[in-house]
């Protein structure tokens, strides 16, 4: 019985590895078949779902992150351009936020305008970097 057991014990960390490896490869699916260079409709929430699992690794565990997606239309425009920037804006916030900490990500739509609002409790901006983000 203690045999049966740790291998019980083994099958169920097996499913769960398994069940995380699919997550990233849908993931990375997603990220990559949105990566294209021409100008298309997106869902702007499914796009920030795939980067927050991708970026899951470096979040796990020590930022919380907080989701609060509205309902959105499909969005025309780059969207692979739109993933990258969602990323960079990410691993931005998880490396200035010492220690532990959270990350807010809101969307909704508001007067036929989309809005994506995305804030951390990290250390924030020095003021003379401020005219370099979009660098």
């Known amino acids: 019985s203690l045999i049966f057991g740790q291998l019980k014990e083994t099958n169920d960390v097996n499913l769960l590895a398994c069940?995380?490896?699919?997550?990233?490869?849908?993931?990375?699916?997603?990220?990559?078949?949105?990566?294209?260079?021409e100008f298309q409709e997106a869902d702007i929430n499914e796009g920030i779902r795939s980067v927050l699992i991708l970026t899951n690794n470096l979040l796990k565990r020590r930022?919380?992150?907080h989701e609060e997606f509205g309902d959105i239309p499909l969005v025309k425009c780059f969207p692979g351009q739109l993933n990258q920037v969602f990323m960079n804006v990410i691993v931005n916030a998880s490396q200035a936020i010492e220690g532990e900490g959270e990350i807010f990500i809101r969307t909704f739509q508001k007067d036929r305008s989309i809005y994506i609002t995305i804030k951390d409790t990290g250390t924030g901006i020095k003021e003379g970097n401020i005219s370099k983000i979009f660098d």
């Open 19 to 37: 069940s995380r490896i699919i997550e990233i490869i849908k993931s990375l699916k997603t990220f990559s078949r949105l990566d294209q260079a």
């Open 63 to 65: 930022i919380t992150v």
